[in-house]
């Protein structure tokens, strides 16, 4: 049967979550640039989190990305109560000398730390002002429907394009997790369209 999905780009998310514990098991880039059905067109991979931490696998996996030539897209965990400058500061620190100017960014919206809806829609806000000032693109926003609608006020921000993350419940290891199918419905509220789909938390890992 033909896959309804194979005119789109297929990539996959990495972090610190993907490597061994003590750094011996390291992700094989070369395994996933000959990954084929599907190939993989793009990596996204964890910059760090909030003001202060970075992921420590991040400059591996950015520069292997380049290395085999496929799209680069780091994304930042966002602190909703802490200062966006600080932790926009620490975002394009771990970004280096990066060319910005081809590197899509991406904020991750996925912790509410109790705030309210109207703090973490101005955190937000001002972290895509910040990335927008010094790159001239928007970023990226990664989250799921559902706490879009509890936590962020999108329709009182700039029109922004979405990955939507809306997957199965995890099978117990060591079974894989089958990906949901696209598309991701429901939309958030005020959101018309989508960008990108993470269909699976625990998939079979290409190259992990």
């Known amino acids: ?3 309804p999905n194979a005119h789109l780009a297929f990539g996959i998310d990495l972090s610190r979550w993907d490597f061994s514990s003590d750094g011996k098991q390291l992700v094989d880039f070369d ?4 990954h084929k059905d599907p190939e993989v067109s793009f990596v996204s991979m964890r910059s760090g989190v909030s003001w202060g931490y970075q992921d420590p696998w991040f400059s591996y996996c950015f520069d292997e990305t380049h290395r085999i030539g496929r799209v680069r897209m780091p ?3 966002l602190f909703p109560g802490e200062d966006p400058a600080r932790q926009m500061d ?3 620190r771990i970004l280096g000398d990066a060319d910005l100017a081809i590197t899509p960014l991406v904020l991750d919206l996925e912790l509410d730390h109790g705030q309210t809806k109207a703090r973490i829609t101005q955190t937000t806000r001002l972290s895509c002002q910040i990335i927008q000032q010094r790159t001239g ?21 700039p029109s922004h394009d979405l990955w ?11 079974l894989y997790t089958p990906e949901y ?7 958030p509220h005020g959101a018309k369209t989508w960008l990108m789909h ?5 998939g079979k890992a290409i190259g992990g």
């Open 75 to 77: 994304y930042h965990v």
């Open 181 to 187: 199918p696209c598309p991701p419905t429901p939309l």
């Open 164 to 174: 939507l993350a809306q997957y199965r419940w995890p099978l117990p290891f060591p």
């Open 1 to 3: 049967m033909p896959n």
């Open 31 to 34: 395994v996933i640039a000959d």
């Open 137 to 157: 693109r928007k970023p990226i926003i990664y989250s799921r429907s559902e706490w879009i609608n509890r936590f962020l006020d999108l329709q009182s921000l």
């Open 90 to 92: 620490n975002f394009f």
């Open 198 to 202: 993470q269909t699976t938390h625990r």
